[in-house]
């Protein structure tokens, strides 16, 4: 059975409810699950928002009326030789495959054809600090290299040795009970609550909360999703939200990339929820809970005190304080008889990966305050020439020290321009580089991009007498240090 999670500290939730026991009694048999599970599990993502959503203090009453739509399940039962709690919560988020529940007009729209195989599409360990100031989400590819331990199948029920699977696959022959095992095996991570998701409501909800904001410096275009998005900055409303998180074809990555993406949509999900004014808000706090547990599945020891509790010592939570992560892959398409192409974990780095969790720690390295703006280009890629374009002595040097400083490689021989009456700075670039163009212009608020053919691929700043700073921008893909963990802000648009 769980241990439950060690409770927020004091000075983060005050005049909290008495503290649980330390161990729970034993647990009555859960009321059979919903047959209706939806694929593509990335509903997770709005099931974290109700952590979110509970910060609002709304009320216990309200909270416990919407507790009546969690069905629930009990991954737990009779579970022997766990790993040894740590600090913090760790939630297992899971998300099932299934659309019995989807209209056949969303059907065909979305592209949700085909049949369910009941198993798992998506899986997410994450990690709530004990102080409450911070949440590590680590995704768990589907097609993980996994040896189950020994278990009855809940189809069969036929008794089996302990042998290998796709991840994925361990709910199928065991439900979440065996899920829940088999990533305990795996990681040593001690599971203290278990989400499980279905899609049935997805739309419904970012519908709910007025769409959710992605950022993409590429054309994103998925025939088998029906995903078409140009570059850009995007609002989207439920349909192509679903589409943008199951999209799987976009480019070589397959589900590494399409993790990264449903990383990305749960960092906007967070800055919406938490900037948007749901929270402050009573009916439009109920309609989107609604929404989210409408489709839930939990254990019984994760209810309406545990999410206000939670709620309550997370208030200041922001996409800032939350990080993202895969865990490293030492050996792609590592082949399996009887399973097929698998993904086999790094053994090294991963275990580095779940000590932290274990000990609470920060999977990033620090960095530097400020949030650094989303572009095309990086720009240690970019060669730029700066000109003087005002009559200020010491313009251009301090125009191209300021670039060089963020990234970009300047000739650090700045020159005066045949103009000197320019008042709004210019970027100045062949028509064939305008993306690194975009990037460079982006690092100078209220810059003109102007396209001159054949300049070749060095960019020109005309400074002008509006220029005032330089911005931090930085490539989309911000992944660092050796598990490549990047922060919600860093994700989300700027």
Same mark, same amino acid.
């Given at each position: 059975?769980?241990?439950?999670?060690?409770?927020?500290?004091?000075?983060? #939730?005050?005049?909290?409810?008495?503290?649980?026991?330390?161990?729970?009694?034993?647990?009555?048999?859960?009321?059979?699950?919903?047959?209706?599970?939806?694929?593509?599990?990335?509903?997770?993502?709005?099931?974290?928002?109700?952590?979110?959503?509970?910060?609002?203090?709304?009320?216990?009453?309200?909270?416990?009326?919407?507790?009546?739509?969690?069905?629930?399940?009990?991954?737990?039962?009779?579970?022997?030789?766990?790993?040894?709690?740590?600090?913090?919560?760790?939630?297992?988020?899971?998300?099932?495959?299934?659309?019995?529940?989807?209209?056949?007009?969303?059907?065909?729209?979305?592209?949700?054809?085909?049949?369910?195989?009941?198993?798992?599409?998506?899986?997410?360990?994450?990690?709530?600090?004990?102080?409450?100031?911070?949440?590590?989400?680590?995704?768990?590819?589907?097609?993980?290299?996994?040896?189950?331990?020994?278990?009855?199948?809940?189809?069969?029920?036929?008794?089996?040795?302990?042998?290998?699977?796709?991840?994925?696959?361990?709910?199928?022959?065991?439900?979440?009970?065996?899920?829940?095992?088999?990533?305990?095996?795996?990681?040593?991570?001690?599971?203290?609550?278990?989400?499980?998701?279905?899609?049935?409501?997805?739309?419904?909800?970012?519908?709910?909360?007025?769409?959710? %904001?992605?950022?993409?410096?590429?054309?994103?275009?998925?025939?088998?999703?029906?995903?078409?998005?140009?570059?850009?900055?995007?609002?989207?409303?439920?349909?192509?939200?679903?589409?943008?998180?199951?999209?799987?074809?976009?480019?070589?990555?397959?589900?590494?990339?399409?993790?990264?993406?449903?990383?990305?949509?749960?960092?906007?999900?967070?800055?919406?929820?938490?900037?948007?004014?749901?929270?402050?808000?009573?009916?439009?706090?109920?309609?989107?809970?609604?929404?989210?547990?409408?489709?839930?599945?939990?254990?019984?020891?994760?209810?309406?005190?545990?999410?206000?509790?939670?709620?309550?010592?997370?208030?200041?939570?922001?996409?800032?304080?939350?990080?993202?992560?895969?865990?490293?892959?030492?050996?792609?398409?590592?082949?399996?008889?009887?399973?097929?192409?698998?993904?086999?974990?790094?053994?090294?780095?991963?275990?580095?990966?779940?000590?932290?969790?274990?000990?609470? %720690?920060?999977?990033?390295?620090?960095?530097?305050?400020?949030?650094?703006?989303?572009?095309?280009?990086?720009? %240690?890629?970019?060669?730029?020439?700066?000109?003087?374009?005002?009559?200020?002595?010491?313009?251009?040097?301090?125009?191209?020290? #300021?670039?060089?400083?963020?990234?970009?490689?300047?000739?650090?021989?700045?020159?005066?321009? #045949?103009?000197?009456?320019?008042?709004?700075?210019?970027?100045?670039?062949?028509?064939?580089?305008?993306?690194?163009?975009?990037?460079?212009?982006?690092?100078?608020?209220?810059?003109?991009?102007?396209?001159?053919?054949?300049?070749?691929?060095?960019?020109?700043?005309?400074?002008?007498?509006?220029?005032?700073?330089?911005?931090?921008?930085?490539?989309?893909?911000?992944? %660092?240090?050796?598990?490549?963990?990047?922060?919600?802000?860093?994700?989300?648009?700027?």
């Amino acid at each position: 059975m769980p241990t439950p999670p060690r409770s927020p500290r004091s000075t983060a #939730a005050p005049q909290r409810r008495p503290q649980p026991p330390s161990r729970r009694g034993p647990r009555r048999p859960a009321p059979p699950g919903r047959g209706r599970r939806p694929r593509w599990g990335l509903r997770i993502v709005t099931t974290l928002s109700v952590v979110v959503l509970a910060s609002a203090g709304i009320g216990h009453a309200v909270m416990t009326s919407l507790d009546a739509d969690i069905a629930r399940v009990d991954p737990f039962k009779d579970m022997k030789n766990r790993p040894q709690a740590g600090h913090g919560m760790n939630v297992l988020l899971v998300g099932t495959d299934g659309r019995d529940r989807i209209s056949r007009e969303e059907r065909r729209k979305y592209r949700l054809g085909g049949a369910p195989c009941h198993c798992t599409d998506t899986m997410m360990i994450v990690h709530i600090s004990e102080d409450r100031e911070r949440a590590s989400v680590v995704s768990l590819p589907r097609d993980s290299y996994a040896v189950t331990p020994a278990h009855v199948d809940r189809t069969s029920g036929e008794r089996h040795r302990g042998h290998p699977v796709k991840l994925n696959a361990a709910y199928a022959e065991g439900g979440p009970q065996l899920t829940v095992r088999t990533v305990e095996s795996m990681t040593k991570v001690k599971i203290d609550h278990y989400l499980e998701v279905d899609f049935t409501s997805f739309m419904k909800t970012v519908d709910v909360v007025g769409g959710v %904001q992605i950022c993409t410096a590429d054309p994103l275009k998925d025939g088998y999703t029906g995903l078409n998005l140009p570059a850009g900055r995007h609002t989207l409303a439920g349909g192509q939200a679903l589409q943008y998180v199951r999209a799987r074809h976009v480019d070589g990555a397959s589900d590494l990339g399409r993790m990264k993406r449903q990383q990305r949509f749960l960092a906007a999900l967070v800055e919406r929820v938490t900037s948007s004014g749901i929270l402050l808000n009573p009916m439009r706090f109920r309609d989107v809970t609604r929404a989210v547990l409408g489709s839930v599945r939990a254990d019984k020891g994760f209810g309406t005190d545990e999410m206000l509790d939670l709620g309550r010592a997370m208030r200041n939570f922001s996409p800032s304080s939350s990080e993202f992560t895969t865990v490293p892959i030492g050996r792609m398409g590592y082949a399996v008889k009887g399973v097929g192409s698998t993904l086999k974990w790094d053994p090294v780095k991963a275990e580095r990966l779940f000590h932290a969790l274990r000990q609470d %720690q920060p999977l990033s390295v620090h960095r530097q305050s400020g949030a650094a703006l989303i572009v095309p280009v990086a720009p %240690q890629q970019i060669r730029v020439q700066v000109e003087n374009g005002t009559r200020t002595a010491g313009l251009g040097r301090r125009v191209d020290a #300021a670039l060089a400083s963020t990234g970009f490689r300047t000739t650090k021989t700045p020159v005066n321009s #045949a103009a000197r009456d320019i008042r709004r700075t210019v970027v100045a670039h062949d028509p064939r580089w305008d993306r690194s163009a975009k990037s460079l212009a982006a690092a100078l608020p209220g810059s003109e991009l102007r396209p001159v053919k054949g300049l070749g691929p060095t960019l020109k700043v005309i400074a002008g007498t509006d220029f005032e700073r330089v911005r931090k921008v930085r490539a989309e893909d911000p992944g %660092q240090g050796e598990f490549g963990v990047v922060r919600g802000d860093e994700v989300a648009c700027s």
